[in-house]
């Protein structure tokens, strides 16, 4: 028997739950409409909420930063490869977030097993929302503090669990997603941020599906709020709205000095490279400079949610473009998911473990990018194929 006859009993295993999936491949840019395994598809499964990813000064800032730096940097931050285009970006970030200061890192994944195994020590505690992003997850796992979890979105819970630990514990660190990703919820950050004064407690929002989406030309769910200055650490993504990749904690200058000494892919991971930088740089001006794509993102939104409701579809209760099409049998979400895409749309089937068992439900992503035609199209699809499958 081979040493990885286990491996071929788990990925049957996946077969037999109606589960396994060949990686799909995208042959051409991200957009609106893409080639999937060379076939035209509307794409209702991409974070590149505001078509910046291909747009024309996008992608010539990312072309003369190249011609000027190279492909890569070569080295972690800490030793040559902070550019000053990094600095310039660091800065520009902190100005578009209104906070005192910016760290980058390679991505949002990075930023939060980054950020969080360095502020938080053995003696401290980490009170985590039970619906957190899987990045959040497993940064608090590589902490040393100990961890708890209160009920998702449930204050009166959180303010159990801080009531039962607070004095036992030097700091106490609240950690919540800013929009939940697989819902489209927001956070009570008014709560939390009232919570965490009350119990001088560090507030800690991971807002990867917020940036570029709420707030004053996407500043994120901590403007949408009004509390700037009032949450410790702000974590951002690049590669949703923004359209190119990495992610970034907006903070306390103290805290970067902090960061940029024991934040461990900065010390061990090679820095973002330029055309990422430079691109990245020319997406955040744009946002500085008009809401004209989010305004766009929302409109399209709001009447692909309408209409959606009027099918019979179950949506959840997002509050945000993300738009849960719930299924719950994890065999029949994938089918869906099939069946939509003989049908000219992709629309990617979200099941356990990234949700609990039961809860299996297409997640709609909609865009700037997307055209009336686009989501009339694609809804004209859905009512078919849930005709069909009896989900309405």
Request: charged share 25%; hydrophobic share 40%; with cysteine.
């Amino acid at each position: 028997m081979s040493k990885l006859e286990y491996m071929h009993d788990l990925v049957e295993g996946l077969k037999k739950d109606g589960v396994y999936r060949e990686l799909p491949i995208n042959y051409g840019p991200c957009a609106n409409r893409i080639m999937l395994n060379h076939k035209e598809v509307i794409n209702l499964s991409s974070n590149n909420y505001l078509g910046l990813a291909t747009h024309p000064r996008v992608k010539q800032k990312a072309i003369e930063a190249v011609e000027k730096y190279g492909a890569g940097t070569g080295s972690v931050r800490t030793i040559v490869g902070n550019q000053d285009l990094l600095e310039e970006l660091e800065e520009l970030l902190a100005k578009f977030k209104e906070e005192e200061a910016v760290v980058c890192f390679q991505s949002g994944l990075n930023c939060n097993i980054g950020t969080i195994q360095a502020i938080v020590q053995k003696g401290d505690l980490i009170v985590s929302d039970a619906l957190n992003h899987a990045s959040i997850i497993d940064g608090t796992r590589l902490s040393k503090a100990d961890k708890t979890v209160y009920k998702h979105s449930d204050m009166e819970d959180l303010e159990r669990v801080l009531k039962e630990n607070r004095d036992t514990y030097k700091n106490v660190l609240i950690i919540t997603d800013g929009v939940f990703s697989m819902d489209g919820d927001l956070a009570n950050l008014l709560e939390i941020v009232r919570l965490a004064n009350k119990y001088d407690c560090l507030t800690y929002v991971d807002d990867a599906h917020g940036s570029g989406v709420l707030g004053r030309s996407g500043r994120g769910t901590v403007d949408h709020f009004g509390l700037h200055g009032q949450i410790d650490f702000i974590v951002g993504t690049l590669s949703k709205a923004i359209g190119v990749v990495g992610g970034y904690v907006a903070t306390k200058k103290i805290v970067k000095e902090w960061l940029l000494h024991r934040a461990r892919p900065l010390l061990f991971s090679t820095a973002l490279p330029p055309a990422a930088i430079g691109a990245t740089i020319e997406s955040v001006k744009m946002l500085m400079e008009s809401e004209e794509y989010t305004k766009k993102l929302w409109d399209n939104a709001r009447y692909f949610k309408a209409k959606m409701k009027e099918l019979g579809f179950d949506i959840g209760h997002s509050a945000t473009p993300i738009t849960p099409v719930m299924i719950g049998n994890e065999a029949k979400t994938m089918e869906f998911s099939r069946e939509l895409l003989k049908a000219g749309v992709f629309v990617s089937g979200i099941v356990f473990p990234t949700v609990p068992i039961g809860t299996g439900r297409l997640r709609v992503m909609i865009s700037a990018m997307h055209t009336k035609e686009d989501l009339d199209n694609a809804l004209e699809a859905f009512a078919t194929v849930g005709k069909k499958m009896q989900i309405i």
